[in-house]
C-alpha cells in the first residue's frame, strides 16, 4: 500500500563509506525527486528524474549520483562520505506535464556520518 | 534572494482557536503554485492544501485554508479549530512555472514554521 518507500530509514556509517538509499514509488509518478532536508529542517532539491532522463541537477557535489533503473525507482548513490553529508534524505515523486501536480514524499532516510 | 519565506519560526495556538501560517514568495513568473505540508514529529511530509497562481477562489481542504493574496503574494496558511495533533512543523513551498523542463517541476521551500498546539 505504501506509494513512496525508501530504505533504509535510519543509516549511520563512517566517513569515506559508500552508501546508497534506495526509493520506490507504486503511483505511476513519470517523475522522481530527491531532496535533501538539513539540521535546521531546510528542504532543499537536489535532483530529479522525469522518464529515466536526469532533468535538472542543482550544485551538489558530484559524489552524489542519483541512479534510475525504470521509472518507479530512484536510488541515491554517494560516494566518500563526509561529517556534512549528515541530514534527512526525502524522495518524492509526481506527474510531470503542465498544471498542479502535487508530490507525494517517501517517509525519509536519516544518514549519519561519524 | 529567498522565494518563500516564513517569518514564524515558531507559534504557540490554544487548542480549538484559529491560527495563520505566514508565507510570502518572490517569483517573476505567471504561472506557478503554492502548497503547504505538515511534517510532524514522527518526520513524514504531508501534503495540506494547494493553490494555483491562476485560481480565483482562495483553496480550501477540511480544517485547512489558503489566504492568497495576489498582490501581496502571500499564501498564508489557516487551520481552524486547532487539534493537538496539529503540532507540527509547516512547511510552504512554491512550484514555479506551468509546464515542464529544467527547474519547472521542483519545490522550493521556506524554512518553515513549528507550530506546538496548547491543551
Known amino acids: 500500500d505504501t506509494a513512496v518507500s525508501q530504505t533504509p530509514k535510519y543509516l549511520v556509517t563512517q566517513m569515506g563509506n559508500d552508501k546508497s538509499i534506495k526509493c520506490e514509488q507504486n503511483?505511476?509518478?513519470?517523475?522522481m525527486y530527491w531532496y535533501k532536508q538539513d539540521s535546521k529542517k531546510f528542504l532543499k532539491i537536489m535532483f530529479s528524474y522525469n522518464n529515466k532522463e536526469l532533468i535538472i541537477n542543482e550544485t551538489v557535489p558530484n559524489r552524489f549520483s542519483p541512479k534510475s533503473p525504470d521509472k518507479a525507482h530512484l536510488n541515491l548513490h554517494i560516494n566518500s562520505l563526509e561529517l556534512g553529508d549528515s541530514a534527512v534524505y526525502f524522495c518524492?515523486?509526481?506527474?510531470?506535464?503542465?498544471?498542479?501536480?502535487?508530490?507525494?514524499f517517501g517517509p525519509g532516510t536519516r544518514l549519519t556520518v561519524t | 534572494a529567498q522565494k518563500i519565506t516564513q517569518t514564524q519560526p515558531g507559534m504557540f495556538v490554544q487548542e480549538k482557536e484559529a491560527v495563520t501560517l505566514d508565507c510570502t514568495y518572490d517569483?517573476?513568473?505567471?504561472?506557478?503554485?503554492l502548497f503547504w505540508y505538515k511534517q510532524p514529529s514522527s518526520g513524514e511530509m504531508i501534503f495540506l492544501i494547494y493553490q494555483g497562481s491562476y485560481d480565483e477562489q482562495n483553496a480550501t481542504e477540511g480544517r485547512y485554508s489558503l489566504n492568497f493574496q495576489k498582490a501581496r503574494k502571500s499564501a498564508n496558511l489557516v487551520i481552524s479549530a486547532s487539534q493537538l495533533g496539529d503540532s507540527a512543523m509547516y512547511f510552504c513551498?512554491?512550484?514555479?512555472?506551468w509546464g515542464y523542463g529544467g527547474s519547472q517541476g521542483n519545490l522550493i521551500f521556506g524554512k518553515g514554521t513549528k507550530l506546538s498546539v496548547k491543551p
Open positions: 513551498a512554491m512550484r514555479e512555472g
Open positions: 518524492a515523486s509526481s506527474h510531470s506535464g503542465t498544471g498542479f501536480h502535487e508530490q507525494y
Open positions: 517569483t517573476s513568473d505567471q504561472s506557478y503554485g
Open positions: 503511483l505511476g509518478h513519470d517523475t
